[in-house]
């Protein structure tokens, strides 16, 4: 009965396991390239310009702008939409929850960023409850640099199929963070670069970042000669725990606008592997805007004493 059982196992067909994480480009461009169509990735360029994708993409990308999936709410710039035009964008998209779905953009140079636009989309994928993702690690520019050549053709994906149920444990709302950063076990964490953080910017209406926040700067976990490769996390553990970012706690992610934050929890969770990692997404744009600007904000450096 168990020889049986395990001849029919072995007849039937190999399916990966759903997982989040990075791939290379040699090893996207062989499921890209795979014989049965059926069984090809759904490719997605998060580019914030068009002209980009015009210029060049990954070979069946389909164009998903990341900023289409966010507006303005109550005033508040950037917001993620609501759940039924998200849906509505997605399924547009062609995201199927029977397949494993590419996700890149250029950003291999600072203060080019655009890495941050593939950690958003594929944060708003895993919350719609796609489980099998991947960033194309170092981007357009690691698919270059390793001889494979970008495509002009156009590609549209047919429409999505979403699962009936999402994953939306992994945002925090600000009443979650203001509950939850000063109780023990939790650690929130500021994603934006360090004079962000202490207020030294001309960017935001109100200055600083959340009390009790550790700064961590985003690409502090990314390759300098490409800042849309990630770094083994052999190389930035011990930067980590420093700053107290440690897989006991439960890491509560924010930055301005949501971008780098989904950076920094999409490290965490998927190259790290920390097991409870969650992104505020109102982020530093909202907190200082709501509740007639009371939230408190500070300025100086927790590390600094």
Request: aromatic residues 8%.
């Amino acid at each position: 009965m168990k020889l049986s059982l395990l001849l029919v196992l072995a007849s039937l067909p190999f399916v990966a396991k759903a997982d989040v994480g990075v791939i290379s480009p040699s090893e996207a461009q062989k499921l890209i390239e795979n014989s049965d169509a059926t069984k090809r990735p759904i490719v997605l360029d998060t580019r914030g310009g068009y002209k980009d994708y015009f210029r060049g993409h990954l070979p069946t990308a389909q164009h998903l702008e990341f900023d289409t999936l966010r507006g303005t709410d109550h005033g508040v710039p950037v917001q993620y939409l609501p759940e039924d035009l998200t849906k509505a964008l997605l399924v547009r998209a062609g995201i199927d929850k029977t397949r494993l779905h590419l996700v890149y953009a250029t950003g291999d140079t600072l203060p080019n960023d655009e890495v941050l636009s593939a950690s958003m989309v594929a944060y708003v994928l895993e919350k719609y409850g796609i489980q099998d993702i991947r960033i194309v690690d170092g981007g357009l520019a690691a698919w270059k640099a390793a001889g494979l050549k970008p495509v002009q053709d156009y590609f549209g994906n047919p429409p999505g199929n979403l699962p009936a149920t999402g994953n939306p444990s992994v945002a925090l709302t600000v009443d979650d963070v203001l509950s939850l950063k000063d109780k023990p076990g939790h650690i929130l964490v500021d994603a934006r670069p360090k004079n962000e953080f202490l207020g030294q910017d001309e960017i935001w209406l109100r200055k600083g970042h959340i009390p009790g926040a550790v700064s961590f700067h985003w690409a502090r976990l990314m390759e300098k000669d490409n800042t849309h490769k990630f770094k083994p996390f052999s190389e930035v553990k011990a930067d980590l725990e420093a700053a107290g970012i440690t897989p006991d706690k439960e890491v509560l992610c924010y930055c301005g606008t949501s971008r780098e934050g989904s950076l920094l929890r999409f490290y965490l969770k998927h190259v790290a592997g920390y097991p409870k990692v969650r992104l505020y997404e109102g982020a530093w744009k909202e907190y200082v805007w709501i509740r007639n600007k009371s939230l408190p904000a500070e300025t100086k450096d927790p590390a600094a004493f």
